[in-house]
C-alpha cells in the first residue's frame, strides 16, 4: 500500500492552479488502481502555529523534562511529523508568493523540521553537525507562479526562493528524490499561460501514475 502525504497552501480555494496540479496528480494515483492510504493537510484552511520562543525551549528540553504545557505545545508538531513519517510519498502543491513559499509551508515547515525527530545535531560531525533522521521518501513539489522563467537557465532563475528551498529541506523530510512540476505566466493569461498550464497539468497526471507503481515509493 502507498502511504501519501498532501500538503496544499494555497490561500485560493476557487481557481487555485497549485490545488489543480494536486487533483491532476492524485487523479493520475487513482487511474492506477492500486490501494494509497491518504493524509491530506491543508495549511491554507488550518495555519500551523508560528514558532514561538516556548516552542524552541520546549524543542530542546529532553522528553523527561518536559512539563504537561510544553507536552501540549508540541502537539500539533508533533501531529505533522507522525504524518511524515508515515508517508511513502509527499506532495506539496504550493503558490509561490513573494518569490518564496506562503507563510503557513514556512510555518508547518518550522513545526517539522525538529531536533530529535527529524534531525539529530553533534558537533562531532565537525562542520556538518546535523544530519536528518528519516529516509526512504519521495518528494513532489507542484507549484504555481503568475510570472515565469524560474527554471534554471531562465530569466528569473535567481529570484526563485521556493523550488530552491524545498529542495534544500527534502533531506529533512526524508527524501532523497525531488519531483517538480510548476505551471507558469498565470498573471499574463496568455497563449503562454494556456500551453504552460496544459503541459503541467499532463505532466502532473503522468507522475502521479508513474509514482504510484514506482517500487521506491511503494517499499513499505
Ligand atoms: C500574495 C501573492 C504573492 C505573489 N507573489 C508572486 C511572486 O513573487 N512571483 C510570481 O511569479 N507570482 C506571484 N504571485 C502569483 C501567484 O504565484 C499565482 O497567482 C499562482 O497561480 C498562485 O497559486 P494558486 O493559483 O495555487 O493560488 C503572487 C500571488 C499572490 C496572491
Not at 47 to 59: C, G, K, Y
Not at 86 to 111: E, F, H, R
Not at 189 to 201: I, K, M, P
Request: proline share 5%; glycine share 8%.
Amino acid at each position: 500500500m502507498l502511504n501519501l502525504l498532501l500538503i496544499t497552501a494555497s490561500a485560493r480555494r476557487e481557481r487555485s492552479l497549485s490545488r489543480d496540479l494536486a487533483a491532476r496528480f492524485m487523479s493520475g494515483v487513482e487511474k492506477t488502481g492500486l490501494r494509497v492510504q491518504i493524509v491530506e493537510r491543508d495549511l491554507a484552511a488550518t495555519p500551523p502555529p508560528l514558532l514561538s520562543e516556548s516552542h524552541i525551549v520546549t524543542f530542546f528540553t529532553p522528553d523527561a523534562q518536559r512539563s504537561d504545557d510544553q507536552r501540549a505545545l508540541l502537539g500539533p508538531s508533533d501531529m505533522f511529523i507522525d504524518e511524515l513519517a508515515g508517508a511513502d510519498l509527499i506532495v506539496i502543491a504550493t503558490p509561490m508568493y513573494n518569490y518564496g513559499m506562503p507563510a503557513s509551508l514556512k510555518a508547518w515547515v518550522d513545526q517539522v523540521v525538529r531536533i530529535g525527530r527529524t534531525f539529530s545535531f553533534d558537533l562531532a560531525r565537525g562542520d556538518y553537525p546535523l544530519e536528518p533522521m528519516l529516509a526512504g521518501k519521495t518528494l513532489v513539489v507542484l507549484t504555481a507562479s503568475g510570472e515565469f522563467g524560474f527554471a534554471a537557465g531562465g530569466q528569473n532563475a535567481e529570484k526563485d526562493h521556493l523550488v530552491p528551498h524545498l529542495h534544500t529541506l527534502a533531506p529533512y523530510l526524508g527524501a532523497k528524490t525531488v519531483y517538480h512540476v510548476g505551471v507558469e505566466y498565470q498573471e499574463f493569461g496568455d497563449r503562454r499561460f494556456e500551453a504552460s498550464l496544459a503541459a503541467a497539468q499532463y505532466e502532473a497526471t503522468a507522475l502521479g501514475q508513474r509514482l504510484a507503481r514506482a517500487p521506491c515509493v511503494r517499499s513499505r
